[in-house]
């Protein structure tokens, strides 16, 4: 399935009264995560002498790879459900990196990709070069916020790099402008956010999981008109009214290691235990939520604005005091019950970081219950067993008044 | 006059318990083994038969535990924190009054904070490791070759104080084997193995506090040998019932009796997709 142009996009808006649609939106971005629709838009993009540059998480400065027209895709998650399947990966690799590893090999396939884009930011993802085989690695520092020039250095390298790729160099004007597609596109995920703060958000958090994750799986543009459409649709909408305290699913902010996207996915299991996941920081996204460094701003012409804005947007990156503040403003803006704490077994960056963010968090007074996972969908049973009594818990809590 | 069912499918046994009127009729324990429907037949022929009753009389039945949907005749489900909770509470009706349950079981490892009330207010599982869990003992006492009664006599003759470093149970298997073969006697290799469980739970209890009172249940609970490494390990005393390991068939078969006098039906939220 070809995606439409933009402008045949906005003209079959503007010309047909069509009534937004949530439904219609959403099945848009569940499409994105299927790889042959995936495949179809860079065979695409390929046609038109476009080089195609894989991104392995939101840290990335994916405005280096617009700037210099290319086209950035998203890896992990889209290939194989069960990352590890069919590969012979070694034991303790991580499902992200799996997953990314996967996808990337499923691209290389049919020469749908031309470059990979590494951030140094875990261990994992410093070895995966030597697992992709002969795809070209354009690889990343770790942007602590505490090296800054380096930060700035190391954006001007991968500059020189993806243009050397491109053949089209990153200039001050390219920059701005696909700054401003990317602020674009953040200010359509913060509106689409800002619904998840209601009482009775009918967003789920599946939903919300299937759209970050459909980022950078299209064209940032026409993501960001299916989002904001989509939040028009959505503001349209009005809640059933409540009946009873314990009708309302139990709010909860998911923080920890990325989920990959799959049908039993941790968000699936509390979805079905009667939660909501209203909130979610998977390394990076709170930093997305609550920019240190307005997007608009990072479009300016300055590299340095831009560092620092990279800098800032990954958990891996944050100072831990900094991430705290932003959990706890989550928890408070999205009026959460509970925070669920998810890591994988192999995440050490997160092993070490979690324990003592739920820790605080408990001792703020806030219910909290610590999943450790390997993301396979065999586990299902075990996490379930987890996280039933902790939703009827909150649920509990809720209808008791406490 | 109605009869409630409470089951608790475990991983290692099935649990099955006959109430009525606040009275148990009867209960029944059985390895769960490969099939839970048929052990969780099995248990409520035994039940009913040995309180002299008939199927036609059971009102309501909840299930609990690990497979807790594969009985066929639950009404409806609780989770095995609740259920324990519930059962934990309702056992120990004196004072001073429950705060802190200990539930360690065969292959998972509950604490569980409850207030004034009897309400969860907090809860912390082990991991996906099974150390710290009954089946750390059990592997432990093929090693040293007695059953799990004589591990806990052994341990409560030790003289020694041996280290079991590993939070592994396969690991720790190897440094079983290594303590045997320096020579250590097994009475002090014993009471190390159970000081281990009771390390990792407390590290489970750390997470949610401990205080007292605090009521201790589970299959392993019967070892005398645990309860003793974990008062020492918790410097408190532990409340033990009777029967233990049907603490959470209780409180699935009291959560029946729930849902027969307020017929409230469990808040579920099914996600349409949008």
Redesign the interface.
Known sequence: MSSPSMATLIQRRVSSEETPSAHAEMDYFRSRLRLPEIRDWLRQEKEKGRKVFGLMCWSVPVEMVLASGGVPVRLSGVSENDAHRGWNFPRDLCPLTASCVTDVQALTREALLDAVVLPGTCDWKRKIPDLLGGVKVLTLGDPSSGSLRFADADLKRLAKEVALITDIPVVTRNLARASERVAKANEAYLALQHIRRRPRSALSGQDALAIEQAFLRDDVARWTEHCRYLVQSLKGESPAPEQRPGDRPARILLIGSPVVWKPRSVVHLIEEAGGQVVCEDFHSRLALLYPAEPFARAAGTNGSSLARRWSRTCFCSCAAEEDDGLVFRAIHDFAVEGLIGHVYRTCARTQMRLPGILRRARDNGISTLALETEGTASEADRLRARIEPFVEMLLSKRRNGA | MSIVVGVDVGSTNTKLVLMEDSQVLAAEVRATGASCRGTAHALLAAALRSSRRASSEITYVVSTG?GRKLVDFANDT?????ANARGAIWLRRGDPPIQTIVDVGGQ?SKVISV?GSG???????N??CAAGTGRFLEVASRILEVDLDRLAELSLRSTKRLEISSVCTVFAESEVVSLISRGENVEDIAASLHRSVASRVGGLIA?VGLQEAVFFDGGPALNRGLVKAFEEELGVSLIVPDSPQIVTAVGAALAAGDSLSEKEPR???E?T??
């Not at chain 2, 609780?78 to 609740?82: A, D, K, Q, Y």
């Not at chain 2, 309400?119 to 599982?125: H, I, L, S, W």
């Open positions: 690990y609780v989770s095995e924190i609740l998972d207030d309400r969860v207010v907090n809860f912390a599982m991991d996906k997470t808040p579920r939220t996600w997709r949008l």
